[in-house]
Structure formats: C-alpha cells, structure tokens
C-alpha cells in the first residue's frame, strides 16, 4: 500500500514527498455499501472549558481541544466503490487525495476539469476523491451540507464526516481518511496526498510513476529535489 504526499511545486516541475505505508498485516474488514454509515460517536470532552482563558479562544480551537480526543466521526458521503472495491482497487493506479472545505464548490470544480480529472492516462487509472468536513452551524450548516450532497450525488467524489473542518483538523481528516483506505482502495498502487488549492502536472506524475522499477507501490520511497533559497547560507 503506497502513500504519497506532494509538497511542492516549482515551474509546473514535481518537487515531492513518498511515504511509504508498509503492509500493515491487518486484515480488510467487509466492505459496507450503505451510503450513510454510522461509526463509532464521540462526546465532548467539557472538562477542556476549564482550561484557563479557553472562552477568550478563538471558537474553532475551542471546538478542537473539546473533541481532541475523538478518532472517529459518522461518515456522511461515502464512496464504497470508488476504487471497484476492496479486492479490485489494484486497477487504480493513482488516487488523488485532495482535503477541501466544505465551502469550496468552485475549487472543486476547476480541479474536476483540468489536472484532478478522473481519466485513463497512459493505460492507467487515476480516480479522484476529495475529503471535505462540515462547518458554520443551524440553518447555514444544513444548507452546506445539502449542496455538498447534491454535488456528490453529481460527481461521486467526494468523502464527508460529521466533523468541524477546520485547520485544527487536518491531521484528524487524514486519519479518518487512512482508515476509510483500508477498508476500500486497500491494492490502489499510489496516492498523492494534496489540498484544493494548489497545480499538479499529473501526467508527469504518472509518467513518472511508470519509469520506476518498483511502480506497483510495493517499495519504501523518497524522492524529490533540494529547493536553494536566495540570500540563504
């Protein structure tokens, strides 16, 4: 199982990252195709209000530090077959990753167009899912999410929890995520790890990805370029 994550990018030329995730051993549970899946809930830690100066802090820490402790979150859109299922996701070749927020309808949209487009390159598969939380509150909450569900319903993409998306809970959603992984894409050869808000030549990264000896994902990898600052020693 591969995980890759792209850092940077420089004169549309790759600068990244590869992690390597080793076989974990564990074995993949059944898969559940219900589209509304309910795990495991977590209640709010209200001992963290006795922190001192917690009311002074802003709300989305305020939020982080009373739920920190929690690891899982009902999944509101889930994506059972994005990758064919679980014995069958070796067909992706490479799985686009992409955090967003809920907000973010038109960043979506330019990357469904251009370089995040699910296509066959090369004679290879790249599938695309973006993993998005909720956010604001009463009606404007419920409005949000509602169009998050009917551009899902549209373009099967996208991956939802019932958590606050904030910055605070970027490592969280990747978490969440890895978990998700191993249920559904478990053979998917690679992943590129990135957010909505950056360029990937991703016809490079494929071309890139079939000139390695090891491109089914199998080998620990590190690769990238060393960047020079101007002015530095």
């Not at 009917?150 to 998306?165: M, P, R, V």
């Not at 995520?177 to 016809?203: I, S, Y």
Request: hydrophobic share 40%; proline share 3%; with cysteine.
């Amino acid at each position: 199982m591969g995980f890759y994550v792209y850092l940077d990018f420089v004169d549309h030329e790759i600068l990244h990252l590869f992690v390597k995730l080793g076989d974990s051993g564990v074995s993949t549970p059944a898969q559940n195709t219900s589209p509304l899946i309910a795990l495991h809930g977590c209640k709010q830690n209200m001992s963290a209000a006795s922190i001192q100066s917690f009311s002074s802090l802003p709300e989305h820490m305020q939020d982080f530090l009373y739920y920190q402790h929690c690891r899982h979150f009902p999944l509101l859109l889930d994506l059972p077959n994005k990758c064919g299922g679980a014995d069958r996701s070796s067909e992706v070749f490479l799985l686009l990753v992409i955090k967003s927020g809920p907000e973010n309808h038109e960043h979506r949209e330019m990357l469904r167009k251009t370089w995040a487009k699910e296509r066959l390159q090369s004679g290879v598969w790249i599938r695309l899912i973006f993993l998005v939380g909720t956010t604001g509150s009463g009606f404007e909450r419920k409005r949000l999410n509602k169009v998050v569900e009917l551009e899902h319903s549209q373009y099967k993409d996208i991956l939802q929890w019932d958590f606050t998306d904030t910055f605070c809970n970027l490592t969280l959603k990747q978490v969440i995520f890895l978990e998700w992984f191993e249920r559904n894409c478990p053979k998917a050869r690679f992943l590129l790890d990135g957010d909505d808000d950056v360029f990937v030549n991703t016809n490079n990264v494929v071309k890139y990805l079939q000139s390695l000896k090891d491109k089914d994902g199998s080998k620990h990898l590190f690769a990238g370029r060393q960047v020079w600052v101007v002015g530095a020693s």
